[in-house]
């Protein structure tokens, strides 16, 4: 009887992290590069972003080492260097100076990238760290550059 409820127990067990392990792997092909991913803010300090399709993204370039992008209408471009151990650190922002709405969101977002010091990625979120501190959330954007819920 012993060996029958320890045989059940092995095969429901490996059932169980056979399925965890799929899922596993679907979930790290979501997974983007840092370098040539589009990335829209979802989250920055503690509140979730909504951002119109257009605003609030950014891209790393391999080939100037730049981080480029749209606030909330201002473009902006940086200078970075990624290093060991997923380090990230960001110069100072350059942006045009337009008034736009939401400049408060605009003005956290480049001082977060400006702060990093490191980043790290979740499947298709890329999380912007200031000495261990979790500054800003990015998700990746589809190659069409479109969001789900510009997809509707």
């Not at 127990?9 to 059932?15: L, P």
């Not at 990238?113 to 760290?129: C, K, R, V």
């Amino acid at each position: 009887m012993k060996t029958l409820i320890r045989m059940v127990f092995f095969v429901a067990a490996t059932y169980l992290l056979a399925g965890c392990c799929s899922s596993c792997r679907a979930y790290q092909k979501l997974q983007r590069p840092l370098v040539g991913t589009s990335w829209q803010l979802v989250r920055l300090g503690g509140e979730t972003i909504h951002p119109d399709q257009g605003r609030f993204t950014l891209c790393f370039t391999e080939e100037d080492h730049r981080v480029v992008g749209v606030g909330s209408c201002n473009r902006f471009s940086a200078a970075y260097e990624e290093g060991e151990k997923r380090q990230l650190k960001i110069s100072a922002v350059l942006s045009t100076r337009r008034a736009c709405p939401d400049m408060k969101h605009e003005a956290a977002m480049f001082k977060a990238l400006e702060s990093a010091t490191h980043y790290d990625m979740d499947g298709p979120m890329m999380m912007i760290l200031c000495n261990g501190e979790l500054s800003a959330v990015f998700q990746s954007l589809p190659e069409d550059g479109k969001t789900d819920e510009s997809r509707k």
